[in-house]
């Protein structure tokens, strides 16, 4: 027995730890700080997130001192602060992505009737087969092929018909094309 004594004495290097609490608040702050930084840094990866709640925790503990430097361990105090901030804001920060990913934008009404409105402006200007042409294949997204075979007319004509219609929108300074 006094061999595996022995043995535990050798490998258990570590530094008496002093259980006598700081006295003030300043002291405690100037021995935990940096060794809170560095814990809250190798969680968050994050200088700034790290600095925040490091901030965050030691104002809570300075606002509890009383308390919180009566107790046997401040700094494991500190670290549990510090590590529920840490949750906190990374629960907060799931829930708003969550609540994120299904807002769209709402539609103006008046906006889309302005938007109708100058779409068919534009459009009246055309002739009616420049018309057909362009709202199959840009409103509609269809082929030239299948836009032809829907009009009775070749694929060639229908991207003839297309060409003349954009290039007469563009000339009437309706459209935003370059």
């Not at 840094?41 to 009383?66: C, G, M, P, Y």
Request: overall charge neutral; glycine content about 4%; charged content about 30%.
């Amino acid at each position: 027995m006094t061999d595996v004594a022995a043995r535990e004495a050798e490998w258990n290097d570590a530094p008496e730890m002093s259980v006598d609490p700081p006295t003030s608040f300043e002291e405690f702050f100037h021995l935990e700080r940096d060794r809170l930084f560095r814990v809250m840094f190798v969680i968050t990866k994050n200088r700034h997130e790290a600095e925040d709640l490091s901030q965050d925790a030691f104002a809570r503990v300075w606002e509890r001192w009383d308390s919180v430097g009566a107790m046997e361990n401040p700094a494991g105090y500190l670290h549990r602060t510090a590590m529920n901030l840490f949750r906190n804001r990374y629960r907060r920060a799931l829930l708003a992505a969550r609540r994120g990913v299904g807002i769209t934008k709402q539609e103006d009404a008046f906006e889309v009737v302005d938007d109708r409105h100058v779409a068919r402006q534009a459009l009246s200007s055309l002739t009616p087969r420049q018309r057909a042409a362009i709202v199959l294949t840009e409103v509609l997204r269809y082929t030239a092929e299948e836009a032809g075979s829907m009009l009775g007319i070749r694929a060639a004509t229908v991207r003839a018909l297309h060409f003349q219609a954009r290039s007469a929108l563009k000339n009437s300074g309706r459209t935003n094309d370059a």
